[in-house]
């Protein structure tokens, strides 16, 4: 999770598998990978820019199937991240802001974490995130 000064969070507007979904940037472990290395690949291949971890955020505490997936639960760990330089990629302020509907197309765009409500996010854990983010920033 990318957050800047402003308390805004980075989202991503994602087609991919043929569905629309905004998310936290972020992706699946490779086998033989650990979670911050994952998280240093991802960064590199979503944003093309390199990462540095700040802290451990949140590791999902309940089941969650996965939604694409049959017979595959989903684990899911969050990070508070920092990029090592300022920002190179395109940051959008409309929702899917890119120019075909293609599988793999990404868009960011900030959002004010006070004003984000969790149904603004496509998947359940992210929802989750996302309450206890605001949680978070309210104290």
Not at 10 to 26: N, Q, R
Not at 115 to 136: A, C, R
Request: aromatic share 12%; net charge negative.
């Amino acid at each position: 999770m990318l957050i800047n000064d402003n308390k805004e969070i980075l989202l991503a507007d994602e087609y991919v598998l043929d569905t629309k979904m905004t998310k936290f940037p972020g992706g699946g472990l490779h086998f033989g990978e650990g979670p911050e290395d994952c998280l240093k690949r991802e960064a590199i291949e979503e944003f093309g820019q390199e990462t540095e971890i700040i802290e451990h955020f949140y590791t999902t505490g309940f089941f969650q199937q996965a939604q694409f997936f049959t017979n595959t639960q989903l684990i899911s760990i969050y990070y508070t991240i920092k990029l090592t330089e300022p920002i190179k990629f395109m940051v959008s302020t409309k929702h899917f802001d890119f120019p075909e509907l293609v599988n793999g197309s990404i868009s960011f765009r900030w959002r004010l974490i006070s004003e984000m409500q969790p149904e603004e996010l496509s998947f359940p854990i992210d929802q989750h995130v996302v309450k206890l983010l605001k949680s978070k920033i309210s104290k």
